[in-house]
C-alpha cells in the first residue's frame, strides 16, 4: 500500500522556500513538488522572478515547456486549500480576466508566440539602418542610403505590431510586475521609435539631408547612430528575461565537484 502524502496548507508550504538550506517546494493544482535538486531553484528563486514555498499553478501553466518536466521531481504531499469565500475571477486566474484565461487555455500559441516572433524584425531592421548608412558615407553608394532608409521603414512597422504586443506578453506572463528589465525595455523601446520616426521624416522631407556637410548633417546622423545602442540595450533585457544569467555546466561543476547530479530538464515557469 503507497504511503499517504502529506497535507500542506498554504501557510506550512511557505516555510519550504529554500532560504537558510530549507528543501525547495513548490505546488501546481493541488500538487506539493521538491524541486531542491533542481540547479534553476537554488536559493528558492527561479529566472529572479518565482518564489518557492508557494502555488505556482498559474505561472507554471503559461511557461514554455511541457508539464511533464514537473514529473522528473518527486512529489512530496498535496496543498490543501482552505475553505474561505471564492475568490473573485481575476484573483483565481493570477490576475488575468477569466475570459482571457479560458481564450489563452484554448489558444496557446497567443500565451506567448505573437511577441518573441515579431521582435526580431525590428531588432535586425533598426540594427542594419545605420551600418547600411555608415557604408554608404564610407562608399558613396546610393543603394546603401536606400536600403537603409527602407530598413528604418520597416523597423518602425513591426514597432506598431512589437510594443504592442509586448505589453500584453508583459501583462500575461508577468501579470505586468515592475520588473527593471521591462521598465528598461519599455522606456529604450519608445525612445527609439520616436528617433527612428523622427529620422525617417526628416529623410523623406529632405533627401539630400545625408549628403550634406554641415551641422544639419550630423544631428541627422546622431539620430540615426544612436538606433544601434538602443537597439542592443532593448535586445539584451530581452535575453535577460528569457535566458537569465546563470552558472554555466562547467563553472557549476567546478564549484559543486562533489554533485555530480545534473539537471538536463528544468522547472522553468516564467
Not at 44 to 54: F, I, S, T, V, Y
Not at 83 to 96: K, V, W, Y
Not at 190 to 218: C, E, H, K, Q, Y
Not at 220 to 247: D, Q
Request: glycine share 8%; charged share 15%; net charge neutral.
Amino acid at each position: 500500500m503507497a504511503e499517504e502524502l502529506r497535507k500542506f496548507t498554504v501557510e506550512e508550504l511557505k516555510a519550504f522556500n529554500g532560504e537558510n538550506g530549507k528543501p525547495i517546494y513548490i505546488a501546481y493544482k493541488g500538487r506539493v513538488i521538491n524541486v531542491t535538486g533542481s540547479k534553476m531553484w537554488r536559493g528558492g528563486l527561479h529566472m529572479k522572478l518565482h518564489r518557492a514555498g508557494a502555488d505556482l499553478s498559474s505561472e507554471i501553466a503559461r511557461a514554455p515547456h511541457g508539464l511533464d518536466v514537473l514529473d522528473r521531481f518527486p512529489q512530496v504531499g498535496i496543498l490543501v486549500l482552505e475553505t474561505r469565500e471564492s475568490p473573485p475571477a481575476e484573483a483565481a486566474t493570477g490576475g488575468l480576466p477569466a475570459a482571457l484565461e479560458k481564450f489563452l487555455a484554448r489558444h496557446p500559441f497567443f500565451q506567448r508566440h505573437p511577441h518573441p516572433m515579431t521582435v526580431h524584425f525590428p531588432i535586425v531592421c533598426m540594427m542594419f539602418t545605420p551600418l547600411f548608412t555608415l557604408l554608404y558615407l564610407a562608399t558613396g553608394l546610393q543603394g546603401f542610403e536606400i536600403t537603409a532608409l527602407n530598413c528604418l521603414a520597416a523597423g518602425l512597422l513591426f514597432c506598431l505590431v512589437v510594443i504592442p504586443t509586448g505589453f500584453f506578453t508583459w501583462w500575461v506572463n508577468y501579470l505586468a510586475r515592475p520588473l527593471l528589465p521591462v521598465t528598461i525595455k519599455i522606456v529604450v523601446s519608445l525612445i527609439m521609435f520616436a528617433d527612428g520616426l523622427a529620422a525617417l521624416i526628416w529623410r523623406l522631407a529632405d533627401p539630400a539631408v545625408v549628403n550634406r556637410a554641415s551641422g544639419v548633417n550630423a544631428v541627422y546622423l546622431i539620430l540615426v547612430l544612436l538606433l544601434l545602442p538602443m537597439v542592443v540595450v532593448v535586445a539584451s533585457y530581452g535575453a535577460i528575461l528569457t535566458f537569465p544569467l546563470h552558472k554555466t555546466h562547467r563553472e557549476q561543476a567546478g564549484s559543486h565537484s562533489g554533485d555530480k547530479s545534473e539537471d538536463r530538464e528544468e522547472v522553468t515557469p516564467s
